[in-house]
């Protein structure tokens, strides 16, 4: 390989196989002057497995806990010139994952900032999942009370692309139970371990999903996707009817967004009609 270029480098890491990584990934990671990671025994780990020495190179821990004090000393190693790899402990930095300030940092000091694209759990999951990826949003992970999950979901409603979040095993039952309420009937998929051993997607209407994972122990990676609303073409019976419906369990500003999202209609419009209620 030639001699590497400067900058910083964000390097995508397998989210299960091990042989999932590029042969650029590879190269990076050999050349680069200065490592960092979310997790530097992961990457220690890999570098093992592909056979790429550490040779005395520094291996810098960099996550959400540390950034404050991480970032100064590689923003220091690119200003002297040296080249900075920094991989995620899986999947593609910053989606989800430590990075954003780092790569931030660097722009604002006019440093190269360079990617090495690869693995990505949400890729991946829109890959396998069967629904709609003309268009896609990432929504991240749902908030972990139940009244800030069920607000989020409410906006998201009228998006017209696939859903995607990621989520953790031990909300994943009150998740789909949440969106089965607010988003209705949608198709959708629950994606688990995707490329390791115990792989496996679910595909069903929310409802169904929901009535799965009930009572489910599940464990492992989690990205959850979901269908697109059907747009409707509301009169003001049907809006009223949802009002009422929506009004019995949820104040009168709740109730009019969560209507205006299910049913594609300006929020200002249908609130007014939820106070004339």
Do not use: W
Request: hydrophobic share 45%; glycine share 6%.
């Amino acid at each position: 390989m030639a001699t590497l270029a400067h900058g910083l480098y964000f390097v995508a890491t397998p989210i299960g196989a091990a042989r999932d990584i590029t042969l650029r990934a590879l190269d990076i990671l050999r050349e680069a002057d200065v490592l960092a990671a979310e997790d530097t025994r992961t990457l220690r780990h890999l570098m093992e497995i592909h056979g790429v020495a550490l040779n005395g190179r520094p291996l810098v821990a960099y996550h959400d806990h540390n950034g404050g004090q991480a970032t100064p000393r590689l923003i220091r190693a690119l200003e002297e010139g040296k080249t900075v790899a920094y991989a995620s402990e899986a999947g593609t930095p910053l989606v989800s994952d430590p990075g954003f300030e780092l790569g931030r940092e660097a722009i604002a000091a006019g440093l190269p900032v360079l990617t090495a694209p690869g693995p990505s759990a949400v890729i991946a999951a829109l890959t396998v999942a069967g629904l709609p990826s003309d268009r896609f949003m990432f929504a991240g992970f749902l908030p972990a009370t139940r009244s800030a999950r069920q607000r989020v979901l409410r906006e998201l409603a009228g998006v017209p692309a696939t859903l995607i979040f990621y989520e953790s095993p031990r909300r994943l039952a009150a998740s789909l139970a949440d969106m089965a309420d607010v988003l209705g009937p949608r198709d959708a998929a629950v994606c688990r371990e995707l490329t390791k051993r115990f792989e496996e997607v679910v595909r069903d209407p929310l409802p169904d999903l929901a009535a799965t994972f009930a009572d489910r122990d599940v464990k492992g990676e989690i990205v959850v996707l979901v269908d697109r609303g059907t747009p409707e073409v509301a009169t003001e019976a049907d809006v009223e009817t949802a009002l009422r419906a929506a009004l019995e369990t949820a104040s009168v500003k709740d109730a009019a967004a969560q209507v205006a999202a299910r049913l594609g209609l300006p929020k200002r419009d249908v609130y007014q009609m939820a106070l004339k209620l």
